[in-house]
């Protein structure tokens, strides 16, 4: 089967860094997903890793460690607007099927 | 310019109804889903179409019918409703496992 594990709450403050972790257990893995979430709204993605290594867009990096079958999303700067959930999910070989973790929700607090 | 639209944005209606949700992508993706987000925000896949083939079919009620007419719409019917299928449903569309464009959701309620 498919299962990802993240933290259900991280909290942390303005101008802060914070990492949210990504376990997976994916038969036929393709690569690791980030999306963000604000409340009433859909999922936008953030940012994809097919190959171990860093990957940065702007503020947000994602890492991913296949051999380890983990990966995480560092989001640097925090702001305010940052305040959402964030969901890891693993693509498989499954017709390009992505299954979401729980999802992680992030409050940054002033 | 909408990427990813779904229509209506909010459902309401009553137990035992029969209701649609439609979804078009002007992305030029060949996949398209279905995704249902409960009141605990778990997204859990339901249906992949590729090129109008369903080729994933998520231990789905089969109250639950997907419909492709070409592979820009992936429509969701949806028999008989019952209280549980409440919750929010995303269409999404891809063109590989890199990444999802997501519609804006339709918040379904049934009462």
Not at chain 1, 18 to 26: A, M
Request: charged fraction near 20%.
């Amino acid at each position: 089967g498919q299962s990802l594990e993240q933290p259900s709450e991280v909290t942390a403050v303005e101008g802060a860094i914070v990492q949210i972790n990504c376990t997976y257990q994916t038969s036929g893995f393709y690569g690791l997903s980030w999306y963000q979430q604000h409340d009433g709204g859909a999922p936008t993605f953030l940012s994809y890793n097919a190959l171990d290594g860093l990957e940065e867009t702007g503020r947000f990096s994602s890492f991913l460690s296949r051999s380890d079958s983990y990966g995480y999303l560092l989001l640097q700067e925090l702001q305010m607007k940052d305040s959402a959930s964030y969901f890891c999910a693993a693509a498989s070989s499954n017709a390009g099927k992505s299954t979401f973790g729980d999802g992680t929700t992030l409050t940054v607090k002033p | 310019d909408t990427a990813v639209s779904q229509t209506p944005k909010y459902l309401v209606t009553q137990m035992g109804n029969d209701k649609s949700i439609k979804c078009e992508q002007n992305l030029g993706h060949d996949t398209m889903y279905w995704y249902k987000q409960d009141s605990k925000k778990f997204l859990k896949i339901m249906f992949s179409y590729n090129n109008k083939e369903l080729i994933i079919n998520e231990t789905v009620p089969n109250r639950f019918s997907p419909k492709s007419p070409d592979k820009a719409h992936l429509n969701l019917h949806i028999n008989s409703l019952e209280l549980g299928d409440s919750a929010v449903y995303f269409c999404a569309s891809s063109s590989g496992p890199e990444g999802y464009t997501f519609g804006s959701g339709t918040r379904l309620t049934v009462v």
